[in-house]
């Protein structure tokens, strides 16, 4: 896939540029600076092809920069698919979309807020808005924050890279959506293709 290749090679380019000179920061000379990026089919359906790639770029700072990117196929149209590309009206839908994933992801992420024996309650309530607020901020129904997403059996699963939602230690964040929540929303010719990926789904 063309996207595949595209991708990897921005990756390639940005880790290039990004290494340390050794003559000007001796103290890399000698560490194994490194790019890796694994690329698998998430899904396939006669429909669609859900691909995910996960790496890290190590430059040398205090911790690896985590790559994600998510593709989705159209088989029929031969292109890589936008989510807007999905929807008749693509800002109604990424609201609805928006709206779904801020609530369940409130309900992961808040749940995991300090104790009242680790934190005082002004740090406690410090954390919780911290984090409601890098969700909302995460969530907002934009394009640029739905661009990574998987075609999976029966809805879709929402990517949220790590840093868009949550703090570096929680990761990549995911939301699957049934497909009874955006169904009225799809363009036409996407509703049937909808019901023929629930006919074979690979757990990434």
């Not at 300090?114 to 406690?124: I, L, N, S, V, Y």
């Not at 036409?188 to 690979?202: L, N, V």
């Amino acid at each position: 896939m063309q996207a595949l290749h595209k991708h990897a090679a921005v990756a390639k380019r940005e880790f290039m540029q990004a290494l340390p000179d050794p003559q000007q920061f001796p103290e890399f000379a000698s560490r194994q600076l490194q790019l890796l990026i694994d690329y698998q089919v998430t899904a396939s359906s006669p429909a669609f092809i859900s691909v995910r790639g996960k790496g890290m770029m190590d430059t040398g700072g205090a911790h690896p920069l985590p790559l994600d990117a998510s593709f989705v196929f159209d088989r029929h149209g031969q292109r890589v698919l936008a989510l807007d590309d999905l929807f008749a009206d693509p800002a109604s839908a990424r609201k609805l979309l928006a709206d779904f994933a801020r609530t369940a992801l409130e309900a992961k992420l808040l749940a995991q807020a300090p104790g009242k024996d680790e934190a005082t309650p002004a740090a406690r309530q410090e954390w919780l808005d911290n984090m409601r607020g890098m969700i909302a901020d995460g969530t907002a129904p934009e394009a640029k924050n739905f661009g990574e997403f998987q075609v999976d059996a029966g809805g879709l699963l929402l990517v949220f890279p790590p840093y868009q939602v949550a703090p570096y230690v929680y990761g990549a964040q995911t939301v699957e959506v049934p497909l009874d929540v955006f169904a009225a929303a799809l363009k036409p010719r996407y509703r049937e293709a909808f019901g023929s990926s629930r006919q074979r789904f690979i757990p990434s």
